[in-house]
């Protein structure tokens, strides 16, 4: 089953696509220009889904807001679905950490803002004021650097006898 297209790419294919038509531009720098939106683009924490991963209302334009599911870049941390008890604690961890870095801001940046091949999320580096939230992540040891690919297997320690 497909997910469902993401709102903010029809959105940006659109603006791009009626730059281009003005401007000129060619389909390649079309294609160049809505993979990667340099930003900052503002944006509103809805919710922290988990330590690299959250839902913001973000602002790309005057008066509009778009929801949408962001992707830490740069950082991969310990998945909350895992079979493993000791991942699930430890994405537990790593979900709050991310919630107290971006809590009381009332806006947080997107920068370097990509589409594509993400389950349905955007790709982004992210700022809460002038805090880089991967790298805080990083130093917090609930991340682990990741720059796409296959994730290695988690395996689960054995327990009883």
């Not at 973000?58 to 740069?74: E, F, K, T």
């Not at 709050?96 to 920068?111: K, M, N, Y």
Request: charged letters at 25%; a positive charge.
């Amino acid at each position: 089953m497909s997910r469902p297209l993401n709102p903010i790419v029809p959105a940006v294919l659109l603006i791009v696509a009626l730059s281009a038509a003005f401007s000129g531009a060619s389909a390649d720098a079309t294609e160049r220009i809505w993979r990667t939106v340099p930003g900052p683009v503002a944006a509103r924490v809805i919710r922290v889904i988990d330590g690299d991963t959250l839902l913001v209302d973000a602002h790309p334009w005057p008066g509009q807001a778009v929801r949408v599911s962001v992707r830490l870049r740069g950082i991969d941390t310990p998945e909350r679905r895992s079979q493993c008890a000791s991942e699930r604690k430890a994405a537990d961890k790593a979900r709050g950490e991310l919630e107290r870095l971006v809590a009381g801001h009332e806006t947080v940046s997107l920068i370097n803002v990509a589409g594509g091949k993400y389950y349905g999320r955007i790709l982004a580096d992210l700022k809460a004021g002038s805090r880089d939230i991967a790298s805080a992540m990083l130093q917090s040891g609930l991340a682990q650097p990741y720059q796409g690919g296959k994730r290695p297997r988690v395996s689960c320690p054995r327990t009883g006898s």
